[in-house]
C-alpha cells in the first residue's frame, strides 16, 4: 500500500491553464505539506496543513491554492498557469512535528508549454 | 535565503570506503536536523536524524555528525555500496513553532562498484 500518493505523475499543460494535483496519505498522519522543487533541485515549502491551521509561505503566489477535504487529503490547485510554474512538486505527510520525518510522495512533474 | 546548504552537488566513491556528505546551515534557531535519500522518480525518503542535544546518530553504516559551533553536519556512510547511490538531501528544522523543515540542494552520490 502506497502511503502517500499523488495524482498525476506527469502533467503537461499550456500557459494559462487551471489544473490540480492530487494527494492522499493512509498514514494516519495530523499535518501534510507541498514542496516544490525547482530546475535547481532546490526543495522549498510551499504549504503545511493541519486540521487546525493552514500556514502559507509567503513567497508562493496566491495562484496556488490547497484544499483539504479531508485529513487524509491535501489537493493542490494551480490557476493561470505560468511557465515558471514548471517544476516537480512533492507532497508530504507527518505526525505533529518534523520528529518523525516527513514521507513524501513520488512527486509530480509539471511541465507548462 | 538559504538556510540549508550543500555545497558539493555531487560525489564520487568506490564501494566498500567511506562516504561523506556535508551540510551547512545558517540558522542557530534549528534544532533538528534529518538526512533523506531520494532515487529518480521517487520522493524522498527519511534516513537518519539527530537531535541539536546529541553530536552523533548512528543506524547501521549511516551515521550523522552534528557541529553546532560550527552549524555543521555529515553524513557517513561505511561501506558504501552501489545502491546507496542515490542524491542525499539535509534538512533541519526547529523542534518548536512551525514544523516545517529546510532542505539542502542536495548531493548525488555515486557509489562505483
Known amino acids: 500500500d502506497t502511503a502517500v500518493s499523488q495524482t498525476p505523475k506527469y502533467l503537461v499543460t499550456q500557459m494559462g491553464n487551471d489544473k490540480s494535483i492530487k494527494c492522499e496519505q493512509n498514514?494516519?498522519?495530523?499535518?501534510m505539506y507541498w514542496y516544490k522543487q525547482d530546475s535547481k533541485k532546490f526543495l522549498k515549502i510551499m504549504f503545511s496543513y493541519n486540521n487546525k491551521e493552514l500556514i502559507i509561505n509567503e513567497t508562493v503566489p496566491n495562484r496556488f491554492s490547497p484544499k483539504s477535504p479531508d485529513k487524509a487529503h491535501l489537493n493542490l490547485h494551480i490557476n493561470s498557469l505560468e511557465l515558471g510554474d514548471s517544476a516537480v512538486y512533492f507532497c508530504a505527510s507527518s505526525h505533529q512535528g518534523p520528529g518523525d520525518g516527513y514521507t513524501f510522495g513520488s512527486g509530480t512533474r509539471l511541465t507548462v508549454v | 535565503d538559504q538556510q540549508v546548504k550543500q555545497n558539493s552537488p555531487s560525489l564520487s566513491v568506490q564501494e566498500g570506503r567511506i562516504s561523506i556528505l556535508n551540510c551547512d546551515y545558517t540558522n542557530s534557531m534549528f534544532d533538528y536536523f534529518l538526512w533523506y535519500k531520494k532515487y529518480p522518480a521517487e520522493g524522498p525518503t527519511f534516513l537518519i536524524s539527530i537531535s541539536s542535544i546529541k553530536d552523533k546518530n548512528e543506524d547501521g553504516r549511516f551515521t550523522v555528525f552534528l557541529n553546532k559551533s560550527a552549524k555543521h553536519l555529515s553524513l557517513h556512510i561505511v561501506p558504501s555500496q552501489p545502491g546507496d547511490s542515490a542524491v542525499y538531501f539535509c534538512?533541519?528544522?526547529?523542534?518548536?513553532?512551525?514544523?516545517?523543515?529546510?532542505f539542502g540542494t542536495g548531493t548525488r552520490l555515486t557509489v562505483i562498484p
Open positions: 534538512a533541519a528544522s526547529k523542534q518548536t513553532g512551525a514544523n516545517n523543515l529546510f
Open positions: 498514514l494516519g498522519h495530523d499535518t
